[in-house]
């Protein structure tokens, strides 16, 4: 931990894109790493996110037990099934979880406020995503706004800010930079629909889009497909 250096909260996911992220926001903060157990169908990506928070070094790693599956509604807390091989973007896709991003990052913004903390990292991207409203740059600036007005502590001269470094960049992009940082992706997982060893399904859309961002940034893919 470099004490020269304010602390930031990373929302790590144990995906690709905020594995990218933290490795940004490592070259300028202390981190301190959120992770939701969210009710999800599986926690393979939850043992990727300890085991990338020990990698790096983050300073402090926090998993957040909340239950969105008594919401339902998604493919990836209810019992539907997850689509395979569809057009991405299209629509928005079942695989959605109601208001995931929003209560994502009001728990990090409490975090915060606590800590006295006033900047978020998010790995939200807007092109090559699966179509979710909460990934949009208009989402992310109406919830830094809204962050500034409904807290205490940014009443003063400092206010939160909200990192989105991915927003504008495309999968190969991402892995591109990231590759640049030295980020192993060997640990990461996106598959929505892994076997019971974690073998990704490789026909999801998370799957459909990590495999063509390996591709077509000419780096090889380390996934683990069935």
Do not use: W
């Not at 602390?7 to 933290?22: F, H, R």
């Not at 157990?37 to 928070?53: C, M, P, T, W």
């Not at 030295?182 to 889009?209: F, Q, R, W």
């Amino acid at each position: 931990m470099d004490n020269s250096k304010s602390k930031c909260i990373v929302l790590l996911s144990g995906g690709l894109d905020s594995t990218t992220v933290l490795a940004i926001a490592k070259k300028e903060f202390d981190v301190i790493g959120l992770s939701f157990d969210y009710g999800q169908r599986h926690k393979f990506e939850l043992e990727a996110a300890k085991s990338i928070a020990k990698t790096n070094s983050v300073s402090h790693f926090q998993l957040i037990s909340i239950d969105l599956g008594q919401f339902g509604h998604s493919a990836l807390t209810d019992k539907i099934p997850v689509p395979k091989n569809q057009d991405i973007g299209d629509k928005i896709p079942v695989t959605y979880v109601p208001v995931r991003n929003t209560i994502f990052l009001s728990y990090a913004l409490a975090y915060a406020e606590v800590n006295k903390i006033y900047d978020i990292f998010i790995g939200v991207n807007a092109l090559d995503y699966s179509g979710y409203p909460d990934c949009r740059p208009e989402y992310i600036e109406a919830f830094e706004k809204m962050a500034n007005l409904g807290t205490k502590f940014t009443q003063g001269d400092k206010k939160i800010t909200i990192h989105t470094p991915l927003i504008n960049m495309t999968k190969s992009e991402i892995i591109l930079k990231g590759h640049e940082l030295g980020v192993s992706y060997k640990e990461t997982h996106s598959c929505y629909d892994p076997s019971n060893e974690g073998l990704a399904c490789g026909e999801c859309d998370a799957c459909i889009l990590r495999r063509k961002g390996f591709s077509m940034s000419n780096i090889p893919d380390p996934t683990l497909y069935q």
